[in-house]
């Protein structure tokens, strides 16, 4: 049990609010991700759009987590939540890198060039700013606290940022350059990146 008042409680705070706040901002973010890139059929804004979701979704169940820490929950029973935490968050990894991988194999097979996203490159340059901040923000609670499930939903968050910065370039290539295949080769620049995300969190010593 954290006491309060000390540094650790502070910090579990912060981290608490931090996760409500980026979970507002995906919900934001994936409307618009997922509606601007289905009019485009843009594959690296739909993946954008739904790493948004799958943050969301773990961002609840840590959410979760972090309430049982702030009322003094049985550590053991905290160690439990924060491991199954870590694994949802792996396999959602995973689970976006096999969408990522059907998708865009489809359209680079069928040539299907996109059209061009100004809301997507907006939305693009707005996260690439915010998700770092709140990252690194996670970061630093996850170290003070000790939390594993904090950790990897950080990381999860620096995904969006990476996924911002490869959209910007898809959508920018596509739309100044016209490189149809930029769009899918930009989702697809993200699968490494998912897939160590992936094992480290579902894979992760109990």
Known sequence: MISPGAPADRWLRIGL????????????EAVIALWAGSRAASIA????????????SA?????????????????ERVARADRRVHQFVGASFFALAAYVVGQ????????AAPDE????????????????????????AATVVGS??????AKETLACSYLSLTLLLGLGAN????????????????????????????FAPS
């Not at 609010?17 to 934001?28: E, P, Q, S």
């Not at 609840?60 to 049982?68: E, F, P, Q, S």
């Open 17 to 28: 609010g931090l996760v409500i706040a980026t979970m507002l901002y995906n919900i934001v």
């Open 45 to 56: 804004l739909i993946e954008f759009g739904l790493n948004s979701l799958i943050e969301l």
């Open 59 to 75: 961002g609840g169940i840590l959410l979760w987590r972090l309430r049982l820490e702030l009322r003094g929950v049985a550590a």
């Open 104 to 111: 865009a194999s489809w359209i680079l097979w069928r040539q």
């Open 117 to 140: 996203s100004p809301i997507g490159i907006i939305l693009a340059c707005v996260s690439l700013t915010i998700m770092p901040l709140v990252s690194f923000g996670k970061l630093r």
């Open 148 to 153: 594993q499930a904090l950790r990897a939903e």
């Open 175 to 202: 739309a100044a350059l016209d490189w149809w295949w930029a769009d899918p080769v930009a989702a697809l620049g993200m699968l490494p990146w998912l897939i160590k995300e992936g094992r480290e969190g579902l």
